[in-house]
């Protein structure tokens, strides 16, 4: 079984699942994450503080898998008074062009109706070269919403491997590129037996 790792050791990234086996496990995982949350911006949190964000952090990822059919998601927290970013991994077996499959990873011929999607290369260490996109789209009621993709093909692991963050505030998506890029250049592909 592949699944995504990280080497990140910041306290802004929480891998969490798809399915919750029980109530009682999303609760723990909250907690914790609340806590390291909390300590990374305050010398001594509040049990009430803690207690909100655990459950605020417990209501997030309930339904994850209703949401989208992803392998994988982590959650980026950078801050514990603002909403947390999912990101979200899909995994496939490798298929077809290389490039074409990139570009249909990164959604690099996407119709957006804001401004032309961006799309640039994107070297990692462990994943090697793929692609990063940035897309700028509204929604129905004209809320502008920025999704930033990044796509490769391991060629060792024989699988196509998309990241992908969907934000509803241009602007917090612009003042955490750096981190985000410095996450993705993070992952690696662990071939777990």
Known sequence: MKFVDTVSETLQWFPTFMQWNSEDEREEWAELCALA?????EEKPKRRRTKALRKQLSAFVADFSKLTPADQAFLFIPDPDRMPVPAFILMAESEGDRETTLRQIVQADAESLVRPVE?????TERLGEGLRSTRYWSTADDQLMVTVRYGWRAEDAGVDLCLYMVWNDPGHMASYADAVDDFARSLWINDAQ
Do not use: E, K, R, S
Not at 119 to 123: I, K, M, Q, R
């Open 37 to 41: 949350v909390l300590h990374a911006h």
């Open 119 to 123: 799309v640039d290369p994107f070297t």
